[in-house]
């Protein structure tokens, strides 16, 4: 499905055949901002195992979202429900974008259709943690909808430094 378009970039669903530029933008982004969970080179490379991983996401209804012209993926955002009955109803959310793709829009058209497809499927809770310090992402995460709910301190070791994680959620019911 089609989700919207900023300029020529346009939010989709990503497909098992972008499971190879989806790892590449994955790898560029580890290397380049200390914001995402893993460190350069720790994600790896192998595609096949990523659209393994792809394909179950998609099996179970979850959500895969890319940013992109063409073949190319310049930002990402998936929500992933839980697994039981009493935490289906609640996904958590991931995303970020290379910095040729930051501050157009496209985070917040992003997360615009999170909100849809968490409508479509019944799921009444997003979260997400996000750097204490991370302030582009909070203001982003603020403006649509969701609220601190509490900080996970020294939950990560980033450059040999202690970094504490907001915890942020939305009720979409
Ligand atoms: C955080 C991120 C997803 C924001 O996406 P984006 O497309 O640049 O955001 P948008 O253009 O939709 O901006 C929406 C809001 O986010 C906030 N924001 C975005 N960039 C910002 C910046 N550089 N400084 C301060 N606030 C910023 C603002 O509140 C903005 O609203 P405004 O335009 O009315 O001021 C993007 O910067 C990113 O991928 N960063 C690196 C990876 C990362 O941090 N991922 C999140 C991990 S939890």
Redesign the pocket.
Known sequence: MIFGQVDQLRIRDAELSDAAAVLRMLNE?DE??R??MLEPGERGLDVARFAGWLADLRLRSDCYLVAGEGSEVV?F?HAERGLYRRNKHSAEV??????R???????????AAIDEWAARVGVTRLE????AH???????????GYAAEGVRRHSLVVDGQPVDELVMAKITE
Do not use: D, Q
């Open positions: 982004l380049e901002t914001f995402m930002g955002a991931v995303m970020g974008l290379l910095p793709a930051r501050g157009r829009g496209v985070g917040t058209k992003l997360l997400l943690t996000v750097m991370n302030l582009p992402a909070i203001g982003l995460y603020s403006k649509r």
